[in-house]
């Protein structure tokens, strides 16, 4: 079907900033939305930025100004920029993608996990 991979995660100081990406391959047809959720210690999973794939984007209001989500249609990857991270942007992030399989089946995956943690 279809398999989504995360990298760039890692260690920052406050301040620092982190690429993340998030590739998608296997047998479908094309993707839609894409999106970055993440979900810290004792919090449950919250929505951070989104992507249409006429390239509409959102946010949540804790990052904006700070993170920009971006795609490349030809790599079928989605990436979020973070910058000017803070201590509370420390958790696991996982990317979401709707994708419509050569079926015409719509459905909804999710990428692995990437640790991001902000600390001195």
């Known amino acids: 079907q279809v398999q989504l991979v995360e990298s760039g995660g890692g260690l920052v100081q406050p301040g620092g900033s982190l690429r993340l990406s998030c590739a998608a391959s296997?047998?479908?047809?094309?993707?839609?939305?894409m999106r970055w959720y993440r979900q810290a210690p004792g919090k449950q999973r919250e929505l951070v930025a989104g992507i249409s794939s006429g390239g509409s984007t959102n946010y949540v209001d804790s990052v904006k100004g700070r993170f920009t989500i971006s795609r490349d249609n030809a790599k079928n990857t989605v990436y979020l920029q973070m910058n000017s991270l803070k201590p509370d942007d420390t958790a696991v992030y996982y990317c979401n993608v709707g994708v419509t399989l050569t079926g015409g089946y719509q459905l909804t995956y999710w990428g692995q996990g990437t640790q991001v943690t902000v600390s001195s």
């Open positions: 296997g047998n479908f047809f094309s993707i839609g939305v």
